[in-house]
C-alpha cells in the first residue's frame, strides 16, 4: 500500500529526516512514535503528501501510495490524488464551525464537484456508522470532543480513501474517548479495509498496532 525510500527533508540547516525507508501493507494499522522533534509529523505530512521531500531527484526518493508514484507529480494532480485516495485524521478535529456535522463530513466529496444533495446519503451512513445518526445537524461546538473527533474520522472516510493518516487523533480527548478512538480505528479496518498510519505518545494505541515504529533523530530506530 505505501513504500518510501529514502525520505530526506531539511528546513535550511535543520536536517529533520534522514534517508527514512518505509514500506506498509494493504490494511495494516502502523503506529509510530518516538520523542518530539524525531520527524514523526513530518514523515506523516510527506507520506500523505501534504508536504514534499528534500531534492527527491538527487537522492532517488520514491514515494508509492497504492502503487502510484506520487513524489514527482504536480500541484493540481497531486490534490485530486490526495482528495480521492487519502483520509487525515488531526489532533485538533478542524472541522468547518458554520457548518454543521453532516456538511463537514461531505466536503471532500463536495470538493470533486458532487453536489451535496448526492452525496448526503453516504455522509449519514457514515455517521451513523460511528453512532452519530441523530447529531448531523448539529454545529461543531454543539458536539462534544469526542463526536467532534468522530465526526472527523467520517470526513476523512467520506471519499473511501485507500489510506488513512492520522497524527496525535487521540492527544485531545479523556481517556474514556481515547479508548473510544482506538477502538473505531480497528473496527474500521475489519469493516472496510482501511490502512492506517498513526503518529501518536499514546502508549495503548502504540502497542494496539499491528506494528510499531519508533523515530529517532530523523530515522527510524530498529
Given amino acids: 500500500m505505501i513504500e518510501a525510500k529514502n525520505i530526506f527533508k531539511n528546513y535550511g540547516d535543520l536536517q529533520v529526516l534522514n534517508g527514512v525507508d518505509l514500506s506498509v501493507s494493504e490494511s495494516e494499522i502502523i503506529s509510530i512514535v518516538g520523542a518530539s522533534g524525531a520527524g514523526k509529523t513530518t514523515l506523516l505530512h510527506i507520506l ?3 508536504d514534499s521531500p528534500s531534492a527527491p531527484a538527487e537522492n532517488n526518493t520514491i514515494i508509492k501510495l497504492n502503487g502510484v508514484e506520487v ?27 458554520e457548518f454543521s456535522a453532516i456538511e463537514n463530513v461531505c466536503m471532500p466529496a463536495m470538493i470533486t464537484g458532487k453536489s451535496f444533495k448526492d452525496i448526503e446519503k ?19 461546538l454543539q458536539l462534544s470532543g469526542g463526536e ?6 467520517a470526513r476523512a472516510l467520506m471519499n473511501q480513501p485507500k489510506v ?16 473510544e478512538l ?19 505518545h ?7 498496532a499491528d506494528r510499531k515504529i519508533v523515530m529517532k533523530d530523523g530515522n ?3
Fill in 182 to 200: 482506538h477502538k473505531l480505528f480497528f473496527d474500521l479496518r475489519d469493516e472496510f479495509g482501511h490502512t492506517f498510519v498513526i503518529v501518536t
Fill in 164 to 179: 488513512i493518516f492520522a497524527d496525535e487523533p487521540s492527544g485531545n480527548l479523556d481517556s474514556k474517548n481515547a479508548e
Fill in 220 to 222: 527510524l530506530a530498529f
Fill in 48 to 50: 500523505g503528501t501534504l
Fill in 148 to 153: 467532534q473527533q468522530r465526526v472527523a474520522v
Fill in 202 to 208: 499514546n502508549k495503548e494505541l502504540a502497542e494496539m
Fill in 122 to 140: 453516504r455522509g449519514l451512513e457514515l455517521l451513523a456508522f460511528l453512532g452519530l445518526k441523530n447529531r448531523a445537524t448539529h454545529k461543531p
Fill in 71 to 97: 513524489s514527482n507529480m504536480k500541484d493540481k494532480t497531486l490534490s485530486k490524488f490526495r482528495n480521492e485516495n487519502i483520509g487525515f485524521i488531526f489532533q485538533f478535529h478542524q472541522l468547518l464551525p
